[in-house]
C-alpha cells in the first residue's frame, strides 16, 4: 500500500460503518430502553421509544453525510469546470 492509498481507505472505512450505526445504535438504544423498562416496570414503552430515536438518529446522519458528500462532488463536477473556464 502507497502512501496516497491511505485517505482512500479511510474515506472507504468511513463509508463502511454507515451499516453498523444503521443497526447499532438502536440496537443499543432499545437495550438501554429495555433496561429501563424492566426497572421502572413499564415495559415495552421506553424500548419502543428509543430504539425509534435511535433510527431517527441514524437515519439523519447518513442523511447529512450524503448530503455533504454531494455538495462536495457537485463543486468538483466537470460541468462546474467547464463553467470556470469559458
Known sequence: MKATDTP????DVRR?????ELVL?????ALIGFGLDRLFGITPV???LF?????????????IGYDREMGEHMQHAAWKRLEADS
Open 46 to 48: 421506553l424500548t419502543v
Open 25 to 29: 445504535s438502536p440496537l443499543l438504544l
Open 8 to 11: 482512500q481507505l479511510i474515506s
Open 51 to 63: 430504539a425509534i430515536v435511535g433510527v431517527a438518529g441514524a437515519v439523519t446522519i447518513t442523511v
Open 16 to 20: 463502511s460503518s454507515g451499516g453498523f
